[in-house]
């Protein structure tokens, strides 16, 4: 099956850039995807990149994808207290289920 | 437009009771997909549906859980008879279209087997 891993914690001060790794093992990824999830509310689509492009740049937030090592990142420039949630890498195979990792939990301290 | 919705929000159940979720995905949305994350751990695959058909249940734990769409339209997630392992976030997602692949997620719901 396909693995998508991330680092489950991550502590930014107000202000600062936030960046959160994922890597994953399915060569076949059409795209891929960051999710958020606020305390107590559902999955909400940030951004997502198609697996031909290196960098997708949306307001505050940067995606770098590098293929050959299969690693993506997520940016979030002057991180707000906003942002604090679970961020979700997901992946999808040539089946187009979604692969997740077991997401990064990010703390904005003041 | 609405967003794909999820009942109930929360559900504490005994173990051995039944338990039977549901989903709305958004309005036209031939593609529906329920996801469960267990114990913090990653959100995992359970099944897809395109329309009424069931399309993959590949990750279906077991065969105390049963998903219909009849109609096509909303789906239920029926779990009978619950037990403790079956705890967790169960999420159902929507797309409009499998080669845009997209796909959006309602609120989840909580479901705890005591």
């Known amino acids: 099956g396909e693995d998508v891993e991330q680092s489950l914690f991550l502590s930014v001060r107000e202000g600062d850039s936030s960046v959160i790794n994922c890597t994953y093992t399915?060569?076949?990824?059409?795209?891929l995807y960051w999710y958020k999830q606020e305390p107590g509310a559902g999955l909400q689509l940030l951004t997502y990149i198609f697996s031909n492009m290196d960098m997708k740049q949306d307001q505050r937030l940067t995606v770098l994808l590098n293929k050959k090592d299969k690693h993506l990142s997520l940016r979030i420039a002057d991180t707000q207290t906003g942002d604090s949630a679970i961020y979700f890498c997901a992946e999808n195979g040539d089946d187009y289920k979604l692969s997740f990792g077991a997401g990064t939990t990010v703390t904005v301290r003041a | 437009e609405a967003g794909v919705t999820q009942f109930p929000s929360h559900s504490v159940i005994e173990k051995g009771q039944t338990v039977t979720l549901r989903c709305d995905p958004i309005?036209?949305?031939?593609?529906l997909y329920w996801y469960r994350r267990v114990m913090g751990k990653e959100i995992k695959f359970l099944l897809h549906?395109?329309?009424?058909?069931?399309?993959?249940e590949s990750g279906m734990p077991n065969n105390r859980f049963l998903a219909e769409r009849t109609g096509g339209t909303y789906s239920t997630l029926k779990v009978q008879p619950a037990e403790l392992e079956d705890s967790g976030v169960y999420f159902c997602?929507?797309?409009?279209?499998?080669?845009?692949?997209?796909?959006?997620f309602g609120p989840g719901t909580r479901l705890t087997v005591l």
């Open positions: 399915d060569s076949s990824s059409t795209y």
């Open positions: 549906f395109v329309k009424e058909s069931k399309q993959d």
């Open positions: 997602a929507s797309s409009q279209d499998r080669a845009t692949d997209t796909q959006y």
């Open positions: 309005s036209g949305h031939d593609n």
